[in-house]
């Protein structure tokens, strides 16, 4: 005889404890990876972009004409970002962390001294944190050293062998074969920088996304110095197809939800049955979460529904960037959210959980309509059901079943807390 139990997640007291200290440390969300040695990782990388960027200001100090290429290419960045924000803001990240302005660090990479090249891309992650989008701190500023690490690598390309610099080389075979291998390196350093940490894994089409953006670089560094009033064109250029693209592909993901962004229910389940298949005969750990905002009727009432569909951009947001990509996200109704955890145990997805549950109650969202002194709305809790193949079912409905049971225990204890199902054999 199989009786289902649900174990809760410690008591409140010992939360409220931890929550403080958490939360300052709790928004790299680096110190909560489950493998020690990605930490490691993640952290040198980080130390070697800045020591080599450091080391080449000392070796190779950028000369004063320098400066004017570097003016140019960072207008033409911060201006086209700027342009594209909105879509920018839409479009799952690539690899290089850079989305757009790819085209500009590579161009840069071309054009300018390795140290400033490097520059270009920490100004670059500094802007997009600031206008495009803020997701967990530790996964851009290691998606930007990575960058760095790639832009110093292709400026060095023609250093190391002996070539002249790309604006004094002859347009000729030779210079476009020095040119492309730079832009290979560029690619390949940023891709083997990214391989041994999974999480920040992108879909293929990011890879193709970079080389386009690549090929566009060469282009800018190209018409900079030999028809600068081409740049201007290539640039608003680049803006419009990237903005039709992006917009076009939008309006084509018909399983989105317009409200979040997010997969909506049926194309979730599409997805998810498809990963359950996949991976449920392989042995792979396979966890998933059910969410719910607690008393979220009764915000609507109070605040009204422009506060709470805010709250819900605000969570769909925070679920993205604590997730990785290969895991899936989708809106399940109203206020209730579901997320696929593949190759997570039980144990990993319930401390994921936990993450995401203690980033929501520190959220605040303004309240519409009120001046910019008004107070803000603060207070937003989640209640979280955890699941895991194969102890909560040996099919997804099952799966899905077993974390909204779990979610169910989650109100019924106080809400605010993260309940993770558990068969147990009773006899």
Partial sequence: MVGDSLMATGSRGRRDRLAAPRRLL??????????????????????????????????????????????????????????SRPVERSRADTRLGAG?????????????????????VVVSAGYRWLRIRRGIPHRQVFAACATMLSAVAAALVPILVGAAPFAEAERDFQG??????????????????????????????GFAFDAAMVAFGLLLA????????????????????????????????AGTDAGTGLLTASSWLDGARTQFELLRGGGTDLSLLMLDLDRFARLNDEHGRHVGDDVLR?????????????????????????????????????????RIRLRIASTSVSL???????????????????SSHPAGGE??????GAADQA????????????VVFEAEESL
């Fill in 26 to 83: 709790g928004t790299w969300s680096l110190w909560e990876l489950p493998r020690r040695g990605l930490i490691g990782y993640l952290l040198l990388v980080d130390a070697a972009a800045l020591a080599a960027t450091t080391y080449l200001f000392a070796l190779r100090p950028p000369a004063t004409s320098s400066l004017l290429p570097f003016s140019a290419l960072l207008a033409g960045m911060i201006l086209s970002s700027e342009f």
């Fill in 100 to 120: 757009l302005d790819a085209a500009w660090i590579f161009a840069g990479a071309l054009l300018l001294p390795p140290a400033l090249a490097a520059v270009l």
């Fill in 176 to 205: 476009f074969a020095l040119a492309f291998a730079t832009g290979l390196v560029f690619l390949s350093v940023d891709a083997a920088l990214a391989a041994p940490a999974a999480e920040f894994g992108a879909e293929p089409s």
């Fill in 222 to 253: 190209w018409s900079a110095v030999d028809w600068p009033f081409v740049t201007v064109v290539l640039a608003g250029a680049l803006v419009v197809l990237h903005r039709a693209g992006t917009m076009r592909a939008l309006r084509g993901h």
């Fill in 314 to 354: 605000a969570v769909a947001d925070t679920l993205r960037a604590e997730v990785r990509a290969a895991d899936l996200v989708g809106r399940f109704g109203g206020e209730e959210f579901v997320v696929l955890l593949p190759g997570t145990s039980r144990f990993d997805a319930h401390a994921i959980a936990e």
């Fill in 368 to 386: 519409g309509g009120r001046s910019p002194g008004d107070p803000l709305f603060a207070g937003v809790t989640v209640s979280i059901g955890v």
């Fill in 395 to 400: 099919t997804l409905d099952r799966l899905v």
């Fill in 407 to 418: 979610l169910r225990a989650a109100k019924s204890a106080g809400r605010n807390r993260t």
